[in-house]
């Protein structure tokens, strides 16, 4: 009976460790069609190009199978059901938004999604990611540790092995036999690990994952088969040592690897979450994505860490293509504005001359009205003070108009030149300075402003009050007249971000008119009594998107319209090392 307990252990611990390496293929697979589907529908969405679509068509046609597996499988496991629920609802929303977006673009065709879908897409994909692979660390670090329980088990089995031969040779006997079956039966379970493990490296080695294990103690450092095969290297083609791994970053890079990694094993950072390049066998650059989990003993030192390393590099070009997109569409918007100013100086000149030759005209003729006739005379009148002067008029004003617009979209293409300067705010100091400079409107509409809880964080202050100026204006402006305004903004802080939201009762937005929010001279089709251009929304979504920040909203026509923004958490040193001898450009 007790040989026959530590086999039930023994069979326990490795039915665990099988049942969690499938768990965590199958995530990994769900994470993979994830991707897929999101790849594939950005790049329908950036190129128009429809075969981009059957990446995503593949992966919707396998997913719900994946889906149903993953929920069969810890249905069992009270904690990890309810978080595979929470995993599954997050991918749903996805799939929802990308088949929107989908759709969307098959009806208005390519360029009519907005940068802040694809921003919302974007920040939904990366929260999405972050929750599945640290739902793998955490399983990846229950298996180590269960996993050191099975040294313990073999001694303890064959202790109990020895102890049975002293007892007699009849129950020796049996033992031999019953040790022989559990024997085999160990290595079909051991066979059983193998495929298991083996599948487990497959997924990781098709996602372009490679995982490492880091032991502190000697500087050794484990690297998988798939982890070495990233940098272009074989088995034995690496050595086993921390430095040599560290030899193989970029020198830019150096600084910065050494940096983060030092904040996570002092616990300065709770997330090990590093990104930096590799020096492939062949002489070029990988960029890669090192995640990790420490453990530490009982002084605080840290021991080991274990994680993944991810192959970025196509993201990183994907990046840099869009960064010089944007750039290009910056310029182009700057010269086209900065061109369209010259023709209209001309085009006012020139009607103000016309004016004053008409106003000649009219006094040279003016001596002549008797022998022109009274009918001729009233009809030359008529055209020389009123017809010519008001079309001059309407012309002025045009011409008026189209120089606000071409120097705001001037100042908006400036946005994208400024070099921010972050330092420690005070969130709620900013906004009371916000208040103060349109105090006489909202006390003049009675208006109350309610803030509350607004953090001190690491961000560039000037742009973090051309933020709340905007969206507390456009709170005040547009309120309904027929009711008391109330504007209250709050903050939530995540381990990310910190996320504002601006609440206001005022006149709401039609959801016909969500698209046109954040768009340049566009504005929701309620607002026609209030002065504006349309452009302090698209202002605020371009500073949000140069500070790594995010913009989205929620409103209901005639309740009310909530305004959330993100902004990234930074720590100080981080901070001051990327601003370091840069000046605000004009």
């Known amino acids: 009976m007790?040989?026959?307990?530590?086999?039930?252990?023994?069979?326990?611990?490795?039915?665990?460790?099988?049942?969690?390496?499938?768990?965590?293929?199958?995530?990994?697979?769900?994470?993979?069609?994830?991707?897929?589907?999101?790849?594939?529908?950005?790049?329908?969405?950036?190129?128009?190009?429809?075969?981009?679509?059957?990446?995503?068509?593949?992966?919707?046609?396998?997913?719900?199978?994946?889906?149903?597996?993953?929920?069969?499988?810890?249905?069992?496991?009270?904690?990890?059901?309810?978080?595979?629920?929470?995993?599954?609802?997050?991918i749903d929303s996805l799939?929802?938004?990308?088949?929107?977006?989908?759709?969307?673009?098959?009806?208005?065709?390519?360029?009519?999604?907005?940068?802040?879908?694809?921003?919302?897409?974007?920040?939904?994909?990366?929260?999405?990611?972050?929750?599945?692979?640290?739902?793998?660390?955490?399983?990846?670090?229950?298996?180590?540790?269960?996993?050191?329980?099975?040294?313990?088990?073999?001694?303890?089995?064959?202790?109990?092995?020895?102890?049975?031969?002293?007892?007699?040779?009849?129950?020796?006997?049996?033992?031999?036999?019953?040790?022989?079956?559990?024997?085999?039966?160990?290595?079909?379970?051991?066979?059983?690990?193998?495929?298991?493990?083996?599948?487990?490296?497959?997924?990781?080695?098709?996602?372009?994952?490679?995982?490492?294990?880091?032991?502190?103690?000697?500087?050794?450092?484990?690297?998988?088969?798939?982890?070495?095969?990233?940098?272009?290297?074989?088995?034995?083609?690496?050595?086993d040592s921390v430095r040599d791994l560290i030899e193989r970053i970029h020198p830019d890079d150096v600084e910065t690897y050494m940096q983060v990694r030092h904040d996570y094993i002092i616990k300065k950072t709770p997330i090990y979450n590093n990104v930096f390049r590799l020096k492939h066998k062949d002489g070029t650059w990988r960029w890669v994505m090192s995640r990790g989990i420490g453990t530490w003993d009982k002084f605080g030192q840290i021991r080991t860490m274990i994680g993944t390393h991810t192959d970025i590099t196509e993201q990183k070009k994907r990046e840099e293509e869009l960064r010089q997109l944007n750039a290009d569409m910056e310029a182009f918007t700057y010269i086209t504005s900065h061109d369209m100013r010259s023709p209209l100086v001309n085009l006012k000149g020139f009607s103000h001359e016309l004016g004053l030759a008409v106003k000649d005209v009219n006094s040279l003729l003016e001596p002549q009205s008797k022998k022109l006739g009274t009918e001729t005379w009233t009809r030359l009148e008529t055209i020389l003070k009123q017809d010519i002067p008001e079309a001059l008029g309407f012309i002025g004003n045009a011409v008026d108009r189209m120089d606000t617009l071409t120097t705001a979209i001037l100042d908006l293409s400036r946005i994208g030149k400024f070099t921010y300067r972050d330092e420690l705010v005070d969130a709620q100091a900013v906004f009371d300075k916000c208040m103060g400079a349109q105090s006489y409107e909202i006390s003049t509409k009675g208006v109350e402003v309610k803030a509350s809880g607004l953090p001190r964080l690491i961000t560039d202050p000037v742009a973090l009050e051309q933020i709340f100026s905007n969206l507390l204006d456009n709170a005040v402006k547009y309120l309904r007249p027929d009711e008391p305004g109330h504007i209250e903004i709050t903050c939530l802080e995540t381990s990310r971000d910190y996320i504002f939201s601006i609440r206001d009762n005022g006149r709401g937005i039609d959801a016909e008119d969500f698209e046109r929010v954040f768009n340049i001279f566009r504005r929701a089709r309620n607002t026609g009594d209030v002065r504006g251009l349309g452009l302090g929304m698209a202002f605020v979504k371009a500073t949000l998107r140069k500070l790594n920040g995010a913009i989205w909203f929620e409103s209901k026509l005639d309740v009310g319209t909530i305004f959330h923004f993100s902004l990234p958490k930074r720590h100080p040193l981080a901070a001051s090392n990327d601003q370091t001898g840069k000046e605000r450009a004009a």
Do not use: C, W
């Open 2 to 90: 007790v040989i026959y307990n530590q086999y039930q252990k023994s069979q326990n611990l490795n039915d665990y460790m099988r049942y969690e390496y499938e768990n965590i293929r199958q995530t990994k697979n769900i994470l993979m069609d994830v991707v897929d589907m999101e790849t594939g529908v950005r790049g329908y969405v950036l190129s128009g190009d429809g075969r981009y679509l059957a990446p995503f068509q593949s992966a919707a046609d396998r997913l719900p199978d994946e889906i149903r597996a993953l929920r069969q499988a810890t249905y069992y496991e009270s904690n990890a059901f309810a978080e595979t629920n929470n995993l599954l609802d997050r």
């Open 95 to 239: 799939q929802k938004l990308l088949e929107s977006q989908m759709n969307y673009m098959r009806a208005h065709g390519r360029g009519q999604i907005s940068m802040n879908a694809l921003d919302i897409q974007k920040t939904q994909m990366n929260e999405l990611r972050s929750l599945i692979e640290a739902n793998i660390e955490h399983r990846l670090y229950r298996l180590e540790e269960r996993r050191t329980l099975v040294a313990p088990q073999k001694s303890n089995f064959f202790y109990i092995v020895i102890i049975g031969t002293i007892l007699g040779i009849g129950i020796f006997l049996a033992g031999t036999i019953i040790i022989i079956k559990l024997e085999a039966e160990n290595e079909a379970i051991e066979a059983r690990n193998a495929r298991s493990e083996m599948r487990f490296r497959a997924v990781m080695n098709g996602i372009n994952d490679g995982v490492y294990e880091v032991n502190f103690v000697n500087e050794t450092m484990y690297m998988s088969r798939e982890f070495k095969a990233m940098i272009g290297f074989g088995e034995g083609e690496l050595g």
